[in-house]
């Protein structure tokens, strides 16, 4: 019987150590990584007696950068924000662009009310607020035995 080592994630299982170093500090690095991962917002999804809510996590945006959207029964939450800035320093002069955006799309059920609609954006969250319909609203009543 013979016994093989598997490398199950180790760092060090590669050709060169020297390697993983590079290539790991390279892919780990803040400027690559915000630009290689797509980021798309943490959603919470909720039901009480009377709405749905969708608490959409988003900081650092304003809430002028989205755009809800209604199509049949699909809500649609994109973003996108653009920004430059210029640093004129020493006869040189230095641009940077920033630019992000994403789409979410959530389909609401038939008991969505479509004309009541409400959205806030609050301290980087976006507060979405839908109605339901009257007749989808739960009804409790006591039921007395005979």
């Known amino acids: 019987m013979t016994l093989v080592k598997f490398a199950n994630g180790n760092k060090g299982a590669s050709v060169s150590p020297f390697l993983n170093d590079v ?3 390279f892919f780990n690095d803040a ?3 915000d630009r290689l991962v797509s980021r798309v917002p943490a959603v919470n999804i909720a039901e009480t007696e009377n709405h749905y809510h969708i608490e959409l ?3 650092g945006l304003s809430k002028e950068d989205f755009k809800l959207n209604l199509e049949k029964d ?5 973003a996108e924000t653009k920004s430059e800035s210029t640093d004129e320093n020493k006869k ?3 641009k940077e662009y920033s630019y992000s ?3 979410r ?5 038939e008991t969505a009310d479509h004309a009541n609609i409400e959205a806030e954006y609050n301290n980087g969250v976006l507060k979405i607020n839908v109605a339901k319909k009257e007749e989808a609203k ?5 039921i007395s035995v005979k």
């Open 23 to 25: 290539f790991g500090s």
């Open 31 to 33: 400027y690559v990584s």
């Open 57 to 59: 996590a988003a900081p």
């Open 74 to 78: 699909v809500l649609t939450i994109s």
């Open 92 to 94: 040189y002069n230095r």
């Open 101 to 103: 955006s994403f789409v």
């Open 105 to 109: 799309s959530f389909t609401l059920p």
């Open 138 to 142: 739960i009804v409790n009543r006591e």
